[in-house]
């Protein structure tokens, strides 16, 4: 075939090798730069704005909320990095919530069972949505807006129609007041950046880590190539699952004493928003978890903000929603660029 | 206006002139026995081969003869229904692709199998990490790409780039190189040289010579029969799912290959057909899209059926693409009744009289959740409605009712989803839209694929109907009988360029061997 050749020095002698060289992309991405320096800019602006904003007092709490969101994110992207997506996470947050604070106040609990209930709680929530769709071989959006709904009546059933009140102080450990921080971070932030830190080097560094972006960007390609699909697909969510458990204890223990139903309300939107303002691409095969942490703590920025500036609640919604746009924006000029190519 | 292409001189410096390797010419692979099938259709019916280390064993037959099925049997892909596999003399059980590699069998299939977002050396280690420590460790495999890079002479630097940012003849490298790192004994090549360049192909067949004289046995498929002469010792010829049998190469011609594809099956029965005079009512003039296709000249007259046939990878589905606006060529002209036209989008083309069949129907031609009607009457909505606002729901099922008569769909109603119909009624419901009205060119890209043999003589005989009121059709296909059948006269594209043109008396092994390259460029035989 004699079509035209490509620009490319095919046949010449090649440099001597050069062993050296990254192959993984850089630590940091420019989208996370760019993350960092909005985040930055804004806590400026706030600052200048309401000095109250960026006194401990208001960070703090601000931090502890960004938790629960960044956490059960780190899950978020595991699955989105596959091409999948999970949309049941708000009203398992709710599930787990309710369980484990019934279970506190009835039986006065230690805080650690308390976690473990509200991880396998969790754990198998998420083992359900995993099952059905590594195995079951359906749509990842179709079937967890399925069992969201699902999850929802359960979990309102158990709810009774009532609240769950006089939650027990030992919950405090997670950072709503003073006992529950260490160098002044809270707790739930300190746990989080731990869990964050794990999945980053296990995404990053490790043969399965690696694994999870080879089904996001092909599937078929990974099968072939000897990666155990969905048992992969399987971890992603019941991993989720876990931190979402994790996360509906941050969430119990930051508010007040009282649990209501609408608990876990919105979470999945707050959550797959950080996830996609970080860089990870809703089309599976590339994403971070560095960057899921600071969209989440972008998220939190703008709502804190807005509270603070006494600014209607419904702006931060705006604004996070034009983050959004951009982030998928800035997605789908990458990849147009490369088509030309 | 037929040519006879003639055989060409087999090159004298055959290749792997000595083959002193150890263990060279001992039995690496040996298949017999081998069937499977899908559902009710027999992909493959009865295949043997044996191929020996330390040489490269050519597999050839015509699209749908069973290659691709048999290879991803012996890669893991698919596993056989009857038949046994020895791998150096023991008999083995392939049931996974993890499997296969794990026996030293390495596959790069026809359509790179890579992540985009991944580095190049991620894609090449994917599956098989050299893990130190629970951790990758990358310098390791940094090196071994570099080594693999360089073997296929690629720069070192793209060991760390993504690979969705080199070229699609960059990635098939990569591919090939992904097969490399593993330590193979059997190294299978689907196509590989379909959208690689000449100096491409030459960097592939240096490596290819590399491997064979280390002992590494090599399976290759290609349409492009002169090639294999350059690099075989053996071929083995398949035929609808059998095995015709194996040959040392030195002992058959292109040509001769190309008669035991077709089985010597002559041409097929076609009524006699008046063509009429006239002006050329399409015309391409030195058409050419940059990397794509070049110097492409076709006239169709009304009432002609002219038929472009050509390989997978040779330009053809392009060609038709651009006269349809879907892409725009770089230079040359299209004109439409003398006119110069540059129709820069499906609207455009449609405006002009020229209607298309897409070749992919189940992405481009078809909404799958809709009714017959609703896939009849789209795109003529202004014909079918009140004022082009308001549709007219009884003109709609009376036109549907017309066309599902007219073209013999099988079916209960005009209201079926089309998505539950069979692959070739599906395909006439897509045509029927073409028909509604008249189009002044009709241009079909691969009008019967997928579409089983009655439908597929229906769908011929539409198409000859057309041409007898006055359309000027040009038919784009790599299906070789079908070219043959239906075009009055046929074109053969190759290396993105139309090459040697045949009349009706054309007969298979001619166009397939001219298509495969057995005619030198400068014989415009016509």
Not at chain 1, 116 to 125: N, P, S
Not at chain 1, 130 to 149: C, D, K, P
Request: hydrophobic share 45%.
């Amino acid at each position: 075939m004699s079509a035209p050749t490509v620009d490319k020095p095919a046949g010449l002698p090649t440099p001597p090798p050069k062993p050296k060289g990254r192959i993984l992309a850089p630590a940091i991405s420019g989208q996370e730069y760019v993350l960092v320096g909005v985040i930055a800019a804004l806590w400026v602006i706030l600052g200048f704005a309401t000095p109250r904003f960026l006194s401990s007092g208001s960070i703090q709490p601000l931090l502890a909320n960004v938790a629960p969101i960044a956490l059960i994110g780190v899950g978020m992207t595991l699955i989105i990095i596959t091409a999948g997506i999970d949309v049941s996470v708000g009203a398992m947050v709710m599930v787990c919530s309710v369980i484990t604070a019934k279970m506190m106040v009835a039986y006065n609990i230690p805080l650690v069972l308390s976690i473990v209930i509200a991880m396998v709680t969790g754990g198998v929530l998420g083992l359900i949505n995993g099952l059905l769709i590594a195995y079951g071989r359906v749509q990842a959006i179709i079937i967890t807006f399925g069992t969201a709904n699902l999850f929802q009546f359960l979990g309102l059933q158990i709810f009774g129609s009532e609240t769950v009140n006089n939650l027990p102080d030992s919950r405090a450990f997670f950072g709503a007041g003073p006992a529950g921080r260490t160098f002044g971070l809270p707790h739930a932030f300190f746990l989080t950046l731990i869990i964050a830190a794990v999945a980053w080097y296990y995404l990053r560094h490790t043969a399965g880590g690696r694994h999870f972006y080879a089904i996001g960007g092909d599937p078929q390609a990974a099968r072939l190539a000897g990666v155990r699909v969905q048992r992969r697909t399987l971890i992603a969510y019941v991993v989720t699952g876990l931190l979402v458990g994790l996360g509906a204890c941050f969430t119990i223990a930051l508010g007040t004493a009282t649990v209501q139903a609408n608990i876990g309300d919105g979470k999945e939107l707050a959550v797959i928003a950080a996830v996609v303002i970080g860089g990870t691409s809703i089309m599976g095969g590339r994403g971070s978890v560095l960057g899921t942490v600071l969209g989440a703590l972008l998220v939190q920025t703008v709502t804190s903000g807005v509270t603070q500036l006494g600014w209607p609640t419904q702006l931060s919604d705006l604004f996070v929603g034009i983050a959004i746009v951009i982030a998928v924006g800035v997605d789908l000029v990458r990849e147009r660029a490369r088509r030309k190519k | 206006m037929s040519s006879t292409p003639e055989t060409p001189d087999r090159p004298t410096n055959l290749v792997n002139p000595d083959g002193g390797t150890p263990d060279s010419g001992l039995a690496r692979l040996n298949l017999t026995g081998i069937s499977k099938s899908f559902g009710a259709v027999r992909a493959i019916r009865n295949a043997d081969m044996l191929v020996k280390a330390g040489t490269v064993h050519a597999l050839v037959g015509e699209n749908g003869a069973g290659k691709s099925t048999l290879i991803k049997i012996v890669s893991g892909a698919e596993s056989s229904d009857t038949g046994t596999i020895e791998f150096e003399g023991a008999p083995v059980d392939i049931s996974t692709t993890v499997e296969a590699m794990g026996l030293g069998i390495a596959t790069v299939y026809q359509e790179p199998q890579l992540f985009a977002e991944l580095s190049v050396s991620e894609n090449i280690f994917t599956g098989r990490e050299i893990v130190k420590g629970g951790r990758i460790d990358w310098a390791e495999q940094n090196r071994q790409v570099v080594e693999l890079l360089e073997l296929l002479g690629l720069p070192a630097k793209y060991a760390t780039v993504p690979v969705g940012s080199l070229s699609i003849a960059e990635q098939q490298q990569v591919s090939i190189a992904k097969a490399l790192a593993g330590k193979a004994k059997i190294l299978i090549l689907d196509e590989p040289s379909a959208i690689l360049t000449d100096v491409e192909i030459e960097v592939l067949f240096s490596v290819v010579r590399r491997l064979t004289s280390s002992g590494v046995a090599v399976i290759y498929i290609s349409h492009r029969l002169d090639e294999l002469f350059r690099i075989a010792q053996e071929v083995t010829v398949m035929r609808d799912g059998n095995t015709i049998g194996t040959y040392p190469i030195e002992d058959l011609t292109v040509r001769q290959i190309a008669e035991l594809m077709v089985g010597g099956i002559l041409n097929d029965e076609r009524g006699e057909r008046i063509i009429p005079d006239g002006p050329a009512k399409l015309e391409l003039n030195a058409l050419s899209r940059r990397g794509k296709f070049e110097d492409v000249n076709v006239s169709v007259r009304a009432g002609e059926i002219v038929g472009l046939y050509g390989l997978v990878g040779s330009g053809v589905s392009e060609i038709a693409a651009t006269i349809y606006g879907m892409d725009y060529a770089t230079s040359g002209e299209i004109k439409l009744d003398g006119r110069s036209i540059a129709p820069k989008s499906p609207r455009a083309a449609q405006k002009l009289g020229i209607a298309l069949l897409p070749a992919n129907r189940k992405v481009e031609g078809m909404f799958s959740f809709q009714s017959i009607a609703f896939n009849i009457s789209a795109g003529h909505l202004r014909l079918l409605s009140y004022f082009g606002t308001w549709m007219n729901r009884r003109k709609e099922t009376e036109v549907a009712k017309s066309m599902i008569s007219r073209l013999a769909v099988k079916t209960p109603s005009e209201k079926q989803f089309i998505g539950a119909m069979s692959g070739g009624n599906a395909q006439k419901v897509v045509l029927a839209r073409q028909l509604v009205e008249r189009p002044e060119v009709l241009v079909l890209a691969e009008p019967t694929q997928g579409v089983d043999v009655g439908a597929k003589e229906e769908i011929h005989r539409l198409i000859t109907e057309l041409a007898e009121n006055g359309t000027a059709v040009l038919v784009v296909t790599s299906d070789l009988p079908e070219a043959l059948r239906i075009s009055d006269r046929l074109l053969v594209v190759r290396g993105g360029t139309t090459t040697v043109e045949f009349g009706p008396e054309a007969t298979q092994v001619d166009v397939l061997a001219a298509a495969a390259g057995a005619v030198d460029e400068a014989g415009q035989a016509l």
